[in-house]
């Protein structure tokens, strides 16, 4: 199986995995809220879910990277709209919007060119 998102293969040029942000509650000392006497803390609800993707784009040549590099910016948008998101083992989110993309600092060029990445989908925005 395939990751995707949109159902579009945007991982699979190179290895990559998947993680989980935090989760649980977001929770706020009442004395940042109501001031430094207040005891206690407040849950405001659940914390949106990150899934982090991290990986190398993988490609013959430079331009061919960039062309890659580019189909998966391409998928930033403003207004966010929301896709299904499948990790290569079929783990499937729905709603997922594509907020943050990150290459690595350096390309690494030999019998291929590559570049590390982070992606961050988020839902609940």
Same mark, same amino acid.
């Given at each position: 199986?395939?990751?995707?998102?949109?159902?579009?293969d945007i991982f699979g040029s190179g290895?990559?995995?998947?993680s989980l942000g935090k989760e649980g509650?977001?929770?706020?000392?009442?004395?940042?809220?109501? *001031?430094? !006497?207040?005891p206690g803390s407040l849950a405001y609800?659940?914390?949106?879910? =990150?899934? #982090?993707?991290? $990986? /190398?784009? &993988?490609?013959?040549?430079?331009?061919?990277?960039?062309?890659?590099?580019?189909?998966?910016?391409?998928?930033?948008?403003?207004?966010?709209?929301?896709?299904?998101?499948?990790?290569?083992? *079929?783990? !499937?989110?729905?709603?997922?919007?594509?907020?943050?993309?990150?290459?690595? =600092?350096? #390309?690494?060029? $030999? /019998?291929? &060119?590559?570049?590390?990445?982070?992606?961050?989908?988020?839902?609940?925005?």
């Open positions: 199986m395939s990751s995707s998102y949109k159902s579009l290895p990559h995995r998947f509650l977001y929770v706020v000392s009442n004395a940042a809220v109501a *001031g430094p !006497t207040v609800g659940l914390l949106e879910l =990150d899934v #982090v993707v991290t $990986g /190398r784009l &993988v490609a013959a040549s430079e331009a061919a990277l960039w062309t890659i590099r580019d189909a998966v910016t391409a998928l930033l948008v403003q207004p966010q709209t929301e896709g299904v998101l499948v990790d290569h083992h *079929g783990r !499937t989110w729905t709603g997922m919007k594509f907020i943050r993309f990150e290459t690595a =600092d350096l #390309v690494d060029r $030999g /019998r291929v &060119v590559s570049v590390g990445y982070t992606a961050i989908f988020r839902d609940q925005l």
